[in-house]
């Protein structure tokens, strides 16, 4: 069974940063895309950035390029997304995916975790 | 990027066919066969449906479908259920390389 697992969500102020992690298990990690997805309270689901199996090719949303970086670690198994400069329009529920084998379509999913941009 | 657009809602009693549509552009929608949808009960993950416009993944009834003419795509869900009310957003991948969801359609099973 696929698990993705998300964590570092919280509470930060304006202007301030935090480190989102995804761990995963039960797929072949190394070869699949990964992506970043977030939902605001009450909102639709907005794509954030993916990142290709070996790390080479990336690509962010217009809305966090130059803020977030997404990165991976394919020895541990794990997805990032480091948030700079946060926004009060940050505020989400951040979704870590796999493509698995539906690429470009985002095949798994974690359940979330809330990031609140608030002062 | 503007999201592609969705109808806010629709509706339909069990047994019947319901049809939502999903309108881009052809740097989305209509340049290539890459369109997904999602399910999202309340509170949960979104789940992938349909891929690659009219594929499923295993364990999704044959009750859904989808398909794509031009710059619009379209998913129905016949022989409608209880469990099918929810939300159900599309998605795109685009000319720049990056994906591109609806604003998402709220399904009310009456």
């Known amino acids: 069974e696929v698990q993705l697992v998300e964590s570092g969500g919280g509470l930060v102020q304006p202007g301030g940063s935090l480190r989102l992690s995804c761990g995963a298990s039960?797929?072949?990690?190394?070869?699949?895309?990964m992506h970043w997805v977030r939902q605001g309270p009450g909102k639709g689901l907005v794509w954030v950035s993916r990142i290709n199996h070996d790390g080479r090719t990336i690509n962010y949303a217009d809305s966090v390029k130059g803020r977030f970086t997404i990165s991976r670690d394919n020895v541990k198994n794990a997805l990032y997304l480091q948030m700079n400069s946060l926004r009060v329009e940050d505020t989400s529920v951040y979704y870590c995916?796999?493509?698995?084998?539906?690429?470009?379509?985002?095949?798994?999913w974690g359940q979330g975790t809330l990031v609140t941009v608030s002062s | 990027q503007s999201a592609l657009t969705q109808p806010a809602s629709v509706s339909g009693s069990p047994g019947q066919s319901i049809t939502i549509s999903c309108t881009g552009t052809s740097s989305d929608v209509g340049g290539y066969n890459y369109v997904s949808w999602y399910q999202q009960h309340p509170g949960k993950a979104p789940k992938l449906v349909i891929y690659d416009v009219t594929n499923r993944p295993s364990g999704v009834p044959d009750r859904f479908s989808g398909s794509k003419s031009a710059n619009t795509a379209s998913l129905t869900i016949s022989g409608l259920q209880a469990d099918d009310e929810a939300d159900y957003y599309c998605?795109?991948?685009?000319?720049?390389?990056?994906?591109?969801f609806g604003g998402g359609t709220k399904l009310t099973v009456l």
């Open positions: 039960g797929l072949t990690f190394r070869s699949y895309w």
């Open positions: 998605n795109s991948y685009t000319s720049i390389g990056t994906l591109l």
């Open positions: 995916a796999s493509s698995g084998d539906y690429a470009p379509g985002l095949g798994y």
